[in-house]
T-cell receptor, first 113, second 114 residues
Framework: SQTIHQWPATLVQPVGSPLSLECTVE??????LYWYRQAAGRGLQLLFY??????ISSEVPQNLSASRPQDRQFILSSKKLLLSDSGFYLC????????????FGPGTRLTVL | AQSVTQLGSHVSVSEGALVLLRCNYS??????LFWYVQYPNQGLQLLLK??????LVKGINGFEAEFKKSETSFHLTKPSAHMSDAAEYFC????????????FGSGTRLQVQP
């Protein structure tokens, strides 16, 4: 069966510090991968998606970047965090040929102080 | 372009009462529709999905939803609420082709009163 992992689970970082969040998927190959952000009391905002290694599409201009160095690994990064980067970050995957249903990881709670 | 509107950011019901969470969508092509549930500080779990087969879709935990094209709606229902149903619920839409990403509604927080 497929599983998706995210780490760390929680993170508290000062403004201006770098960020690296990691997401890995097991039990599938060539998935589409997604990063979402969920701000307090709001819905999910799609940040990035990837259809393959090295292929990243950015949905919203922002202080963040994403990379996909391996088929089942998706990394969210920032060089300098802003207060507005605080939120709950969710990684998701969908299988090729599926009905686009997405499967979500457990999330990372990021607090920027 | 696609969009989802969830009416009511908060819904409160009594235990044993009917649960009705509303979702209306907009899509230029026949959509795929989904309901997800999120418990505090957790990821989203798929409740059910509509993929152009039966218009009445049954999901996990006793939930079901009916696709009504004429009303562009996909409301989520459960006949009898349990305390464990308290969570946030998200409706989402996607197109069968293209980037395959989901567009989510803003969510509805369900409270179940004893």
């Amino acid at each position: 069966s497929q599983t998706i992992h995210q780490w760390p689970a929680t993170l508290v970082q000062p403004v201006g510090s770098p960020l690296s969040l990691e997401c890995t998927v097991e039990g599938t190959s060539n998935p589409n991968l997604y990063w979402y952000r969920q701000a307090a009391g709001r819905g999910l905002q799609l940040l990035f998606y990837s259809v393959g290694i090295g292929q990243i599409s950015s949905e919203v201009p922002q202080n963040l970047s994403a990379s996909r160095p391996q088929d089942r690994q998706f990394i969210l990064s920032s060089k300098k965090l802003l207060l507005s980067d605080s939120g709950f970050y969710l990684c998701a995957w969908t299988a090729g040929g599926s009905y686009n249903e997405q499967f979500f990881g457990p999330g990372t709670r990021l607090t920027v102080l | 372009a696609q969009s989802v509107t969830q009416l009511g950011s908060h819904v409160s019901v009594s235990e044993g009462a009917l649960v009705l969470l509303r979702c209306n969508y907009s899509s230029s092509v026949p959509p795929y529709l989904f309901w997800y549930v999120q418990y505090p500080n957790q990821g989203l779990q798929l409740l059910l999905k509509y993929t152009s087969a039966a218009t009445l879709v049954k999901g996990i935990n006793g939930f079901e939803a009916e696709f009504k094209k004429s009303e562009t709606s996909f409301h989520l229902t459960k006949p009898s609420a349990h305390m464990s149903d308290a969570a946030e619920y998200f409706c989402a839409v996607s197109a069968p082709t293209g980037r395959r990403a989901l567009t989510f509604g803003s969510g509805t927080r369900l409270q179940v009163q004893p």
